[in-house]
């Protein structure tokens, strides 16, 4: 159990990678906290895994993208945990479009969700952990955040931003003892990937060298190792965890 007595915090804990994030976390002895703007259909899940590991597992509803929203429900968390150990934010969406073609609503939408809300959670938390003087952040961008991609210029802005914010906010809190880095995956299997066309399919893996999607689970155990005491000594990192897709 690499996280066990830790309270962690994850947005987008719902579905997809953050239900992997969750459940890891959990099954290594985190007490998980997560937020997502509608509650989960694993909750009887993770509350079976927090069961067995002798932990707990709490949702809290909340628009991530609404500053005053997010501020009221993470003040709440840390209130109820006492001390929190891990930040993981992960909440974001995709609202896909040539640049001639996107709106100022798609542009503003996903840059809110998936960016500013980082800003507003981290925020608060980093404060918190400054005066713990210990603490790790995870904020999840993306392969594209690093390298671009046609008919995502909002999706590829918000996760570049979010790159520059971990660099960022890990210069500032380093002398604190905290911790802040980011992963940045490449195409990985959910539920997303699973509508592709088997061609669609054939067309991303003819750009990954192991040949292969990657799986959920990889990216929880990246996650873990950085949150884990098995990383002391890394931040202001971005990790690419992409099959070789970018070298």
């Avoid at 597992?57 to 628009?63: D, G, L, P, R, T």
């Avoid at 929190?84 to 479009?97: E, F, P, Q, S, Y």
């Avoid at 996760?159 to 911790?179: C, D, F, M, P, Y």
Wanted: aromatic share 6%; glycine share 10%; with cysteine.
């Amino acid at each position: 159990m690499l996280v066990k007595g830790k309270s962690a915090l994850v947005t987008g804990g719902a579905r997809g990678i953050g239900k992997e994030i969750v459940e890891t976390l959990l099954k290594n002895g985190a007490n998980v906290y997560f937020i997502d703007l509608n509650p989960s259909e694993y909750m009887a899940d993770y509350e079976v895994l927090a069961k067995e590991a002798g932990v707990k597992v709490v949702f809290k509803q909340a628009n991530v993208a609404s500053e005053e929203d997010i501020t009221n429900v993470v003040e709440e968390i840390i209130k109820e945990a006492g001390e929190l150990d891990i930040l993981v934010n992960n909440a974001g969406i995709t609202r896909d479009g040539l640049l001639f073609r996107m709106s100022g609503k798609d542009w503003h939408d996903v840059i809110n969700i998936n960016l500013s809300s980082a800003f507003y959670i981290t925020r608060i938390v980093a404060r918190h952990m400054a005066k713990l003087r210990r603490g790790s952040i995870v904020n999840m961008s993306s392969i594209v955040g690093a390298h671009g991609n046609a008919g995502q210029v909002n999706y590829s802005a918000s996760k570049a931003g979010l790159i520059g914010l971990t660099k960022s906010v890990a210069q500032e809190i380093a002398s604190r003892g905290v911790r802040c880095n980011a992963i940045a995956p490449g195409f990985i299997k959910t539920a997303m990937t699973d509508k592709l066309t088997d061609d669609q399919k054939d067309g991303l893996l003819k750009q990954v060298p192991m040949g292969r999607l990657g799986l959920p689970s990889e990216i929880a155990d990246l996650l873990l190792f950085l949150t884990s005491d098995m990383s002391q000594y890394i931040t202001g990192q971005v990790i690419e965890i992409n099959g070789g897709m970018a070298m």
